[in-house]
């Protein structure tokens, strides 16, 4: 898995990092927790250069998570309740859920969008009651950008640096890297089991 990333990114430039950070951020195949650290890895081995791995990154992210607030803004809460009631199988969401993060969102406000940027799973969601409170656009996509650049920036910078001590790690990062996406599937296809509607 390691290698068929880093060959991807290779390949793909900044354009593969923009690409997987957005899909990350709509339907997560591969966390950032690998996109970014492996992109840092990359510029430090003379790939793609570090700042544009970063802003490449940070555009991604912000996008993904621009296509979840459009997405609540346009719909409204009556019209994505329903959505989550009749498609929450595949979407691994139940209308409770929704509400849940439709309240938390109402307590914190940007704060929520902010640093929600940092957790996952959060990430996604937290833009979707953003949208739904009709929070103002320029507003959200600026505290979004910021919490996507400084986590984009941090988890590249920490790959960069692993790069002087791959010798050192090599022999575990493939297996690791590989099991994190194999969790993330098993985890979906899971929820997708044991979901059941509300009654």
Same mark, same amino acid.
């Given at each position: 898995?390691?290698?068929?990333?880093?060959?991807?990114? $290779? +390949?793909?430039? =900044?354009?593969?990092? &923009? /690409?997987?950070?957005?899909?990350?951020?709509?339907? %997560?195949? !591969?966390?950032?927790?690998?996109?970014?650290?492996?992109?840092?890895?990359?510029?430090?081995?003379?790939?793609?250069?570090?700042?544009?791995?970063?802003?490449?990154?940070?555009?991604?992210?912000?996008?993904?998570?621009?296509?979840?607030?459009?997405?609540?803004?346009?719909?409204?809460?009556?019209?994505?309740?329903?959505?989550?009631?009749?498609?929450?199988?595949?979407?691994?969401?139940?209308?409770?859920?929704?509400?849940?993060? $439709? +309240?938390?969102? =109402?307590?914190?406000? &940007? /704060?929520?969008?902010?640093?929600?940027?940092?957790? %996952?799973? !959060?990430?996604?969601?937290?833009?979707?009651?953003?949208?739904?409170?009709?929070?103002?656009?320029?507003?959200?996509?600026?505290?979004?950008?910021?919490?996507?650049?400084?986590?984009?920036?941090?988890?590249?910078?920490?790959?960069?640096?692993?790069?002087?001590?791959?010798?050192?790690?090599?022999?575990?990062?493939?297996?690791?890297?590989?099991?994190?996406?194999?969790?993330?599937?098993?985890?979906?296809?899971?929820?997708?089991?044991?979901?059941?509607?509300?009654?």
């Amino acid at each position: 898995m390691f290698d068929w990333i880093t060959g991807l990114l $290779q +390949g793909g430039g =900044a354009w593969a990092i &923009a /690409a997987l950070m957005l899909l990350e951020n709509v339907f %997560p195949p !591969i966390p950032s927790e690998l996109i970014m650290p492996l992109a840092g890895f990359n510029a430090a081995r003379g790939g793609t250069p570090l700042w544009l791995a970063v802003l490449a990154g940070g555009i991604g992210s912000t996008l993904g998570a621009w296509f979840w607030y459009a997405l609540g803004r346009r719909f409204g809460p009556d019209r994505l309740h329903r959505l989550v009631a009749r498609h929450g199988r595949w979407l691994t969401l139940t209308p409770s859920e929704l509400t849940g993060a $439709q +309240g938390w969102f =109402a307590r914190h406000g &940007a /704060a929520a969008v902010f640093f929600g940027r940092f957790l %996952p799973t !959060i990430r996604t969601l937290i833009s979707v009651p953003a949208g739904l409170a009709r929070m103002p656009t320029g507003r959200f996509l600026l505290y979004t950008a910021l919490g996507s650049f400084i986590w984009c920036g941090s988890l590249a910078l920490a790959g960069y640096a692993l790069e002087g001590g791959y010798q050192a790690v090599s022999h575990w990062i493939n297996p690791i890297s590989t099991a994190i996406v194999v969790a993330i599937v098993a985890v979906y296809l899971w929820r997708v089991i044991r979901w059941r509607p509300e009654a």
